[in-house]
């Protein structure tokens, strides 16, 4: 299952794009990873129009669903892959993509001719708990 949707260059697209993979996980009936990727899609939403949305243009949200992972993508037509940054204790900014890479299991980029897309991946199910002795 997939779904995606485009978002202008707007401050509120960031709060769009988090209500849009919400109600997609919400329809998937995948409630625990709900909170973990709505913080996920906000902060790549929020570098997506920082950094990657020339004027003009748009970013796009994709969430997709296998048997047991959700794959978070975010593309922009922003050049250059974003760098996970250690920001200094009184540091306001640059601790997203170090928040999301500890709540994924898994996180990268892809470079395109024209833009990127960063995205995450989540587990749906852990191993099963031993049955008690």
Do not use: Y
Request: hydrophobic share 35%; proline share 8%.
């Amino acid at each position: 299952m997939s779904q995606q949707r485009r978002f202008p260059r707007r401050r509120t697209s960031v709060g769009a794009s988090r209500d849009f993979v919400t109600s997609t996980l919400l329809k998937w009936e995948l409630h625990p990873l709900v909170e973990d990727i709505e913080l996920c899609v906000s902060e790549l939403a929020t570098n997506a129009l920082l950094h990657g949305v020339p004027p003009g243009r748009e970013f796009s949200v994709g969430i997709h669903r296998g048997e047991e992972l959700v794959r978070l993508e975010v593309r922009d037509g922003g050049p250059g892959l974003p760098v996970v940054q250690q920001p200094g204790d009184d540091a306001c900014s640059g601790r997203g993509l170090h928040l999301v890479r500890e709540l994924a299991d898994d996180f990268g980029g892809d470079d395109h001719i024209v833009g990127k897309t960063v995205w995450l991946v989540f587990k749906t199910s852990t191993a099963p708990e031993p049955a008690p002795s």
